[in-house]
């Protein structure tokens, strides 16, 4: 009787569920060890682990709960989705609440979260549907292309200019489900080219517009936001359109030039005061000395501001080796692997662009937040999903993770199975 009961719980592909299962026991300890600082300000040692694992028990129960849904349902709230994430992004941008000077947040029954999570699910599912309803026997109707363009345009736009590198992440997942769902090439190259023209006028306009000299004046940057979030929304109404439109120029400015600047600094010339979060990652990955330090023995943790989120990865480096940061990127390669072998395995093409579409979204952000870690990248505001300590995301993540095993339990098998070498999602509808 107890299997029977675990067999209707833990159902779906079971290399999925090992994958989500060791994301979620590496979080437990890795945000346990980083999250010291939170204790020590809150009094209370257990309540940030506490509140974690209530959420990932709620994510748990969420991801159980969707697992059990046919995946040819999800096409019927698609329409609903794209329409709760297009409002809430309006609402974000007209009243959204300003972490980090940028309006990402908004306040719905007392919970607190980002539309940019919504739309990122809303825009997966209107993607799949139109490759899946356009496809032909020599791949996706030209037509799709510009169905998919006006959907993330909607989608995107709102996006830019509070959460640049959400947005880049959600249109680089898109243009792969472009590829996997067999756009003509050359659609995806002129909409590359494009992209590209466009990534340089924008920079060159933040480069223009943008005073990260004003930035560097702050001692104290996270004390001054906490300070103007309150005042901020009454200053931006006396700004123009213009100044709206790149309050966060300032920012951007500054992590580019920051990312690109290669002059070498001597340690005891560097300003760990301004560049606080670079520094002190650095810092975490050289003292790993390869093998690590061991589980909760972080020194970096009481020093890095994201120790728990943006920036778990270093201290993951710094805590278990570089061993451990391979397996933790290694469960993120499973999962992309696995969910193609799914997507090959379905008969329709609409769960195959889904679940593909929804691996993309969880790997690349993931790939980003390890590449800013070890600064491969700019800084950015992007947890490392399933991992960093979350409050909606994580649930979200854990939704989308039960996307993907309903897949695997209720889409329709193809019923010749034998060549797995092929496309995972290059078939017809």
């Known amino acids: 009787m107890n299997n029977k009961s675990l067999s209707n719980i833990f159902k779906g592909d079971k290399v999925i569920w090992m994958v989500f299962f060791f994301l979620c026991m590496i979080s437990i300890t890795e945000v346990y060890s980083a999250s010291s600082s939170l204790s020590y300000k809150g009094g209370n040692y257990w309540s940030p682990i506490i509140y974690h694992c209530s959420i990932l028990a709620v994510g748990t129960a969420m991801m159980v709960v969707v697992l059990n849904i046919k995946c040819r349902y999800f096409k019927l709230i698609t329409p609903i989705l794209l329409a709760v994430a297009f409002i809430m992004l309006l609402w974000v941008l007209v009243a959204g609440q300003t972490t980090n000077g940028a309006n990402r947040w908004i306040s719905f029954a007392g919970i607190q979260f980002q539309p940019s999570e919504i739309a990122k699910g809303a825009l997966v599912l209107a993607v799949a549907q139109i490759l899946s309803a356009m496809q032909t026997d020599r791949g996706a109707d030209r037509k799709a292309f510009k169905y998919i363009l006006g959907v993330s345009a909607v989608l995107i736009v709102p996006i830019i200019f509070e959460n640049l590198s959400t947005a880049m992440l959600i249109s680089l997942t898109v243009v792969l489900m472009m590829f ?189 937040n390890m590449l800013v870690a070890v600064g491969l990248a700019p800084v950015t505001g992007q947890p490392l999903p399933l991992i960093s300590k979350g409050g909606t995301s994580t649930i979200i993540n854990c939704i989308y993770i039960g996307v993907i095993l309903s897949i695997s339990r209720s889409a329709k098998k193809k019923k010749d199975d034998k060549d797995t070498t092929t496309n995972p999602v290059a078939m017809t509808a």
């Open 180 to 368: 996997v769902g067999r756009v003509p090439l050359n659609q995806i190259g002129r909409l590359l080219g494009i992209t590209a023209l466009a990534a340089i006028l924008l920079i060159s306009m933040v480069m223009l517009v943008g005073d990260d000299k004003k930035l560097d004046q702050d001692a104290n940057v996270k004390q001054n936001l906490t300070e103007q979030t309150m005042a901020e929304p009454q200053q931006q109404e006396s700004q123009g359109f213009f100044s709206k439109i790149f309050h966060r120029a300032d920012t951007w400015k500054a992590r580019i030039k920051k990312f690109l600047d290669n002059e070498y600094v001597a340690p005891k010339d560097y300003d760990l005061d301004k560049d606080a979060q670079v520094g002190h990652a650095n810092i975490a990955i050289a003292s790993s000395n390869v093998i690590g330090k061991g589980p909760g023995n972080s020194n970096e943790r009481d020093f890095l501001s994201q120790a728990f989120s943006d920036f778990i990865y270093a201290i993951i480096i710094e805590e278990m080796g570089i061993e451990g940061a391979a397996i933790v990127a290694f469960l993120y390669i499973i999962l992309l692997f696995r969910t193609g072998i799914i997507a090959n395995r379905c008969e329709n093409s609409f769960p195959a662009f889904l679940a593909m579409g929804i691996a993309f979204l969880l790997v690349t952000q993931a790939l980003f």
